[in-house]
């Protein structure tokens, strides 16, 4: 009997592996297409953006906030003596803030306690250098965060500029070829002097779909006019942009 209970075991732990390896490789090709996609506009790297937040729905006290704070921050491999920290914890506001930044890389935690059965976990990672390791940061982000919250939600954008302002049929060039190369059909759009923005639906992006008009989207892209700057900027994120731009 002992012996059918560890071969039951072990073909758990197996086809769990198998799941989270599958879930894994899955995300990599959906984010390289990503990244593979962004290249193709030949576009200068600007910055990339990730916003995370997840629900934690249970009676958290404060020393729980600052655990779940320092755990994300050494799961993305941070110093605890780069950490500013704030915090404002008493009956009208409950809220760790942890703050880091080195190199070219800003990351804030925020642990936010509405209620003893609602409280919120967000992640702001705003990186300058490099966007090769948006893969990997993507992972640790939503790994940590499922360890301490449920319903774990993520933004994902990419940025990058070209410099100088293009014609308005170059933007719906580059735009088209993001479609076609995301598999993406084109949900709405929205069109000003020197802005387009356009949400869509990918067949390759299956992690982060929002309902829109009626319709599923996963991707959005922007493309804007600085004329302060004399460059043009372009932001491609999965399932939208959320950034003043």
């Known amino acids: 009997m002992k012996i059918i209970k560890l071969i039951i075991s072990f073909l758990a732990l197996m086809i769990c592996g198998f799941m989270i390896s599958y879930a894994d490789m899955k995300f990599n090709n959906e984010y390289g297409k990503l990244l593979e996609t962004f290249n193709d ?20 006290s404060k020393d729980d906030m600052v655990d779940i704070c320092i755990d994300i921050i050494n799961d993305l491999g941070v110093e605890e003596s780069n950490i500013k920290w704030d915090e ?3 009956n009208n506001q409950k809220q760790i803030f942890a703050q880091i930044r080195h190199d070219e890389e800003n990351i804030s935690i925020i642990g936010i306690k509405k209620n003893n059965g609602e409280s919120y976990i967000m992640v702001d990672i705003l990186e300058n250098k490099l966007y090769k390791d948006i893969v990997d940061i993507y992972t640790i982000i939503r790994n940590s965060l499922n360890k301490h919250a449920d319903n774990v939600y993520i933004n994902t954008c990419i940025c990058g500029e070209y410099t100088k302002k293009l014609q308005n049929d170059k933007y719906d060039d580059i735009l088209q070829k993001i479609l076609y190369n995301m598999s993406a059909k084109e949900i709405d759009r929205v069109e000003e002097d020197n802005f387009i923005s356009i949400t869509a639906y990918s067949n390759i992006l299956k992690e982060n779909n929002l ?25 491609i994120a999965t399932p939208i942009i959320k950034l003043d731009y």
Do not use: P
Not at 211 to 235: A, P, Q, V
């Open 41 to 60: 506009t030949q576009a200068s790297f600007k910055f990339y953006n990730i916003k995370a937040n997840g629900e934690i729905n249970y009676n958290v």
């Open 88 to 90: 404002k914890w008493n």
């Open 211 to 235: 309902g829109y008009l009626g319709d599923k989207i996963n991707l959005n892209i922007g493309m804007r006019y600085s004329e302060n700057d004399d460059k043009t900027l372009i932001y």
